[in-house]
């Protein structure tokens, strides 16, 4: 799947061709299909359909499911990354694939809420950061005043992968959030690292 692949309206079903080839020389059994949507490690739709049937051993099978995504709306909205799976009947994994889904859902939905939590978490490691402003007691050394404003960096990081995704500009994947997070702490670590006032009073 590509971003293209899987469009999801909040309100609708959605209908998933299924495909899949054993390559095993035993049969497997088939017992249901999920559809489940996952940022930043965490899992904010998954929704699943039982199909109760079997893949010859050598052979190939294709289903057309259909999932009921009426309650996406509350759920999640902007591009997120999916994963279509295949369980067996102790609801295992057979196969699996990833890909992008283009959500239509609403801001004031979980992922939505979760968004403001970032942005919150933002504002407080900003403040504990630029505590030392008003104080005048700011670590002495560069690297001190730098690493201060790396947790601070990494929640920028963070906050832009879901602005990015909710805003359908770029769909969060492992190599899109470390990058992220990497440039925007490194940058906040240099803008720490060069606050020459942070260095507090000096000592006569």
Do not use: K
């Amino acid at each position: 799947m590509d971003r293209g692949d899987l469009v999801l309206n909040a309100g609708t079903v959605a209908r998933v061709v299924v495909g899949v080839h054993n390559l095993s020389r035993v049969d497997i059994p088939i017992d249901s299909v999920r559809l489940s949507g996952n940022v930043l490690g965490l899992t904010f739709f998954d929704y699943d359909t039982r199909l109760h049937t079997t893949v010859p051993a050598q052979g190939s099978a294709n289903w057309t499911v259909d999932l009921d995504i009426r309650d996406l709306d509350g759920r999640a909205t902007g591009l997120v990354p999916v994963e279509v799976t295949l369980r067996d009947t102790d609801l295992h994994a057979v196969a699996r694939q990833s890909g992008t889904a283009n959500v239509h859902g609403s801001l004031l939905s979980i992922y939505g809420l979760f968004g403001v939590g970032l942005l919150v978490l933002m504002g407080l490691l900003w403040a504990v950061a630029l505590l030392p402003l008003g104080r005048h007691a700011g670590p002495a050394t560069w690297w001190l005043r730098g690493l201060r404003f790396v947790p601070a960096g990494c929640a920028v990081g963070l906050f832009g992968v879901f602005a990015l995704s909710a805003t359908r500009l770029l769909s969060p994947t492992t190599l899109v959030d470390l990058v992220l997070t990497i440039v925007t702490s490194t940058a906040c670590f240099a803008i720490g690292a060069l606050m020459p006032w942070l260095n507090g009073p000096r000592r006569r």
